[in-house]
């Protein structure tokens, strides 16, 4: 079956560090990759996706490129800020079975 | 923008009783989700729906949980006797395609807990 394993958490930065949060992913067929951002208090916002290989999602600076080879799909800033403290999941979705195979959520903290 | 709204935004329940979480998805979509995190895990697939009919269901989602769109807005969840492991965080999604490529978008969650 479909499984994605992210990062153990939590991860605490300065502001202005690089990010990089890895994901890798078991799946049948050919998923699609998302990475979605969980804010305090509120739902699951898309950040990223790709559909691909060798797609590269981006969005407010994050980056994320879909590497079939290494079924991976990291998630990359090159200069975090203290707005982007949230917790970011990585995610899957594969062929017919259109629901979301969620990895377990990493909580991003940035110091100021 | 248009949005995923989900009510109540907490309910609190005695074990036992019967709980319906609504959920209003976006207008033009035609695919419906409700996914659950239980503190401290993973955020799991519960069911989808699509031309008033499930699609798709997960283990979880067994004879306790229903389904239903009334009113061709609305997009709700009931849990008939709920139980204690049934506290989660409860999110709805929409899509407007049905495709594995295709966004879906969330609500902020209903966070359920039975006492």
Known sequence: ?112 | EPEVTQTPSHQVTQMGQEVILRCVPISNHLYFYWYRQILGQKVEFLVSFYNNEISEKSEIFDDQFSVERPDGSNFTLKIRSTKLEDSAMYFCASARVASSTDTQYFGPGTRLTVL
């Open chain 1, 1 to 112: 079956g479909n499984s994605v394993t992210q990062m153990e958490g939590p991860v605490t930065l300065s502001e202005e560090a690089f990010l990089t949060i890895n994901c890798t992913y078991t799946a049948t067929g050919y998923p699609s990759l998302f990475w979605y951002v969980q804010y305090p208090g509120e739902g699951l916002q898309l950040l990223l996706k790709a559909t691909k290989a060798d797609d590269k999602g981006s969005n407010k600076g994050f980056e994320a490129t879909y590497r079939k080879e290494t079924t991976s799909f990291h998630l990359e800033k090159g200069s975090v800020q203290v707005s982007d403290s949230a917790v970011y999941f990585c995610a899957l979705s594969s062929g017919s079975a259109r629901q979301l195979t969620f990895g377990s959520g990493t909580q991003l903290t940035v110091l100021p």
